[in-house]
C-alpha cells in the first residue's frame, strides 16, 4: 500500500522557519510530480509549491522567495523550506504526489494526512 508520510509542521512565530517533509511509503515504480498544498478553515485547497521528477519547481506568488521545495528522487521524498513565516501561511500543509505503483500501468493521485502549521503574529 502506497502511503505520503509527513513531518515537520508545528507553532512558530512570525518571521521564523519551518521546515516540512514528505516521504513516500510503499512499492513504487515512478514517483511523477510532488507538491504542497495548504488548505484553511472556508477555502479551497490551494497549491503552494510543485516540483516535476526532473525538478522543475514554481510557487504561489504569496510564497515566491520565502518558500523553496525540494525533492531527492533516491528516497522518494520532498520537503518545504519556509522562511520568513507570516501569520497567513498558517493552514494545513498537504503533501500531494502522482504516483505509479509496481505493476500497474495507471499513474494515481496519492495526499498525505496533512501537518498543521501555525504562525504566530
Known amino acids: 500500500q502506497v502511503r505520503l508520510v509527513e513531518s515537520g509542521g508545528g507553532l512558530v512565530q512570525a518571521g521564523g522557519s519551518l521546515r516540512l517533509s514528505c516521504v513516500v511509503s510503499?512499492?513504487?515504480?515512478?514517483?511523477?510530480?510532488m507538491a504542497w498544498y495548504r488548505q484553511v478553515p472556508g477555502k479551497q485547497r490551494e497549491l503552494v509549491s510543485l516540483?516535476?521528477?526532473?525538478?522543475?519547481?514554481n510557487y504561489a506568488d504569496s510564497v515566491k522567495g520565502r518558500f523553496t521545495i525540494s525533492r531527492d528522487n533516491f528516497q522518494k521524498r520532498v520537503d518545504l523550506e519556509m522562511n520568513s513565516l507570516k501569520p497567513e501561511d498558517t493552514g494545513v500543509y498537504y503533501c500531494?504526489?502522482?504516483?505509479?505503483?509496481?505493476?500497474?500501468?495507471?499513474?494515481?493521485?496519492?495526499w498525505g494526512q496533512g501537518t498543521r502549521v501555525t504562525v504566530s503574529s
Open positions: 510503499g512499492s513504487t515504480s515512478s514517483v511523477f510530480d
Open positions: 516540483i516535476t521528477d526532473v525538478g522543475r519547481a
Open positions: 500531494y504526489a502522482e504516483i505509479r505503483r509496481t505493476w500497474a500501468s495507471a499513474r494515481s493521485d496519492y
